[in-house]
């Protein structure tokens, strides 16, 4: 049985809880399942920050790529069955990171979060605090997961492009941002379009 999400209310605040697990961590060994257990439905959008957040820049990083848009993809299937927390296998979530490595961890997402609500806030909450919602989000997940883990090496910012989508997503998530989730899906649709485009103009240039 899924551990089905129900995102009808407002979610606690990401940043306070990021805080507090923070300030309450010792150096004593913390297991991905202790985290996962106190972050709970904000693990996918945590998680995918991180993982996007390399790819913001126009060098391509070959493989990493690769492994990157494959682990958005099973994040995104997660997301469009509805689990509410994040699925880790379990030799992953047993495995031990020393506490002050968690402690930079949650610093670092702090900040980015601190960062990231500049422009981002709560708004057009029906667009995101749902199971739909949810699912939708999981739709980008896969579909940009896909575009960062092709080798677009033909087309300039081939990983940028996915990879801004991505952290749109991740933030219209843990700010309950509607506006950001309509400009992930414009901005996605924009990338798929620009896509089939240079495809054609590629396929007209082997004919000739």
């Known amino acids: ?25 010792t150096d004593a060994p913390l297991t991905f399942a202790q985290v996962l257990g106190r972050v709970r439905h904000a693990g996918f959008a945590l998680t995918g920050m991180l993982l996007a957040l390399p790819f913001l820049q126009p060098i391509p990083l070959g493989p990493f790529s690769i492994v990157a848009g494959l682990a958005f993809t099973v994040l995104g299937v997660q997301m469009l069955r509805g689990r509410a927390t994040l699925w880790l296998p379990q030799r992953v979530l047993h495995k031990e990171l020393q506490g002050r490595v968690w402690r930079g961890l949650f610093s670092f997402l702090g900040r980015l979060l601190r960062l990231t609500r500049r422009i981002a806030r709560p708004r057009w909450a029906p667009l995101v605090r749902s199971i739909t919602a949810q699912r939708l989000f999981g739709v980008l997940f896969i579909i940009n997961g896909l575009l960062l883990a ?5 087309v300039p910012f081939g990983n940028t492009m996915p990879a801004a989508a991505l952290m749109l997503v991740c933030m219209a998530d843990l700010e309950q941002d509607g506006v950001l989730a309509v400009l992930a899906w414009l901005w996605t649709v924009s990338v798929l379009l620009l896509l089939l485009a240079v495809a054609g103009g590629l396929a007209l240039l082997l004919r000739g």
């Open 1 to 25: 049985m899924l551990d089905a999400v129900n995102n009808t209310a407002a979610p606690p605040d990401v940043l306070a809880a990021l805080d507090e697990c923070r300030r309450g961590l």
């Open 150 to 154: 092709a080798p677009l090496v033909f």
